[in-house]
Every structure is written in C-alpha cells, then in structure tokens.
Nanobody, 115 residues
Framework: QVQLVESGGGLVQAGGSLRLSCAAS????????MGWYRQAPGKQRRELVA????????TYADSVKGRFTISRDNAKNTVHLQMNSLKPEDTAVYYC????????WGKGTLVTVSS
C-alpha cells in the first residue's frame, strides 16, 4: 500500500503564494511520475495542474504556467508545488497523485484564494 499525505493548503489573498507538499510512503517500487490535480467547487472533474516524472520532465496546465512550479525529491518520495500570483480561480481542493503500476491519490488539501 502507498499513502500520500498532502500539506500546505490554506487561505491566501489574491496575488499571494502557497507551497504544497506531498509525502509518499509505503511499498513504493517504481514511480513513473508524481503530480498535482485540482477540483474546483461545484465541478465534478479533477483537472491536471502539474506533473513531474522521475527524470524531472514537467507538464503544466496552461492556466498555471509561469505561476506554479513543481519540484520533486526522489530520495524522499516527496513532491512540492510552489504557487505564486494566486488567483481566485485557483481555489480548489488540490490532490497529490503518484503514478506507478497503478494510480494513487491523496485525500486532498483545500486552497482558497480570496479576492
């Protein structure tokens, strides 16, 4: 079993910054990628925010490019999301994702950006 624990969410004013972290533990053998997804209030689908592979290749949603930065510590099986210039539309529950043989998800951390 793999457990993902997110931290770093909270309330911030527009233009502010937050840093999310996700620590993976358990029986982890081969990680293909780790990343962050989010689900905004009232929306049913989770959308990709950013991912990073084991060799450091990154992917970002167009809406966060230039504002968010994903990073990863392979030795500690952790992934971080630095979020700058936050906007009210970034308000969502942010979920950590680990892609190995199967997909694993954290329970989510709420980010609220006030205008």
């Amino acid at each position: 079993q793999v457990q993902l624990v997110e931290s770093g969410g909270g309330l911030v004013q527009a233009g502010g910054s937050l840093r999310l972290s996700c620590a993976a533990s358990g029986s982890i053998f081969s990680i293909n990628a780790m990343g962050w997804y989010r689900q905004a209030p009232g929306k049913q689908r989770r959308e990709l925010v950013a991912t990073i592979t084991s060799i450091g290749s990154t992917t970002y949603a167009d809406s966060v490019k230039g504002r968010f930065t994903i990073s990863r510590d392979n030795a500690k099986n952790t992934v971080h999301l630095q979020m700058n210039s936050l906007k009210p539309e970034d308000t969502a529950v942010y979920y950590c994702n680990l892609l190995a043989a199967i997909n694993y998800w954290g329970k989510g951390t709420l980010v609220t950006v006030s205008s």
